[in-house]
Nanobody, 125 residues
Framework: QVHLVESGGGSVQAGGSLRLSCASS????????MAWFRQSPGKEREFVAG????????VYVDFVKGRFTISRDNAKNTVYLQMNSLKPEDTAVYYC??????????????????WGQGIQVTVSS
C-alpha cells in the first residue's frame, strides 16, 4: 500500500519560491509514475507536472513551464516540485499522486491510483 504525504507548502509573496515534497511511508515509489495536481477554490483539479519511474520522461502543463521543476529521488522514496517565480494564480491545494503505469505520464486524475491529502500553497501579490 502506498501512503503519500506532502510537505513544504505555505505562504509566499509573488516572485518567491517553494519546494514541495511527497514521501511514501508505505511501499516504494520506484515503480510508479508520479505527478502533481492542484485545485483552486471553485475550479476543477488540474494536472501540473509528472515524471516517470526513473525520471526519463517529465511533463509540464504550459502555465508552469520554465518556473516549476519536478524531480524524484527513489532512494529517498520522495518526489519534489520546485516552484519558482510564483504567481498569485498558483494559489491552490497541491496534491501528489502515484500511477502504476510507470512508463508514462498521464494527465488525467483517474489514471492515478494513490493520492496524498493535499497541501496548501498561497501566493500573495
Amino acid at each position: 500500500q502506498v501512503h503519500l504525504v506532502e510537505s513544504g507548502g505555505g505562504s509566499v509573496q509573488a516572485g518567491g519560491s517553494l519546494r514541495l515534497s511527497c514521501a511514501s511511508s508505505g511501499s516504494s515509489l520506484a515503480t510508479y509514475a508520479m505527478a502533481w495536481f492542484r485545485q483552486s477554490p471553485g475550479k476543477e483539479r488540474e494536472f501540473v507536472a509528472g515524471i516517470t519511474w526513473n525520471g526519463g520522461i517529465v511533463v509540464y502543463v504550459d502555465f508552469v513551464k520554465g518556473r516549476f521543476t519536478i524531480s524524484r529521488d527513489n532512494a529517498k522514496n520522495t518526489v519534489y516540485l520546485q516552484m519558482n517565480s510564483l504567481k498569485p494564480e498558483d494559489t491552490a491545494v497541491y496534491y501528489c499522486a502515484a500511477s502504476g503505469f510507470w512508463l508514462r505520464v498521464g494527465r488525467r486524475g483517474q489514471e492515478y491510483d494513490y493520492w496524498g491529502q493535499g497541501i496548501q500553497v498561497t501566493v500573495s501579490s
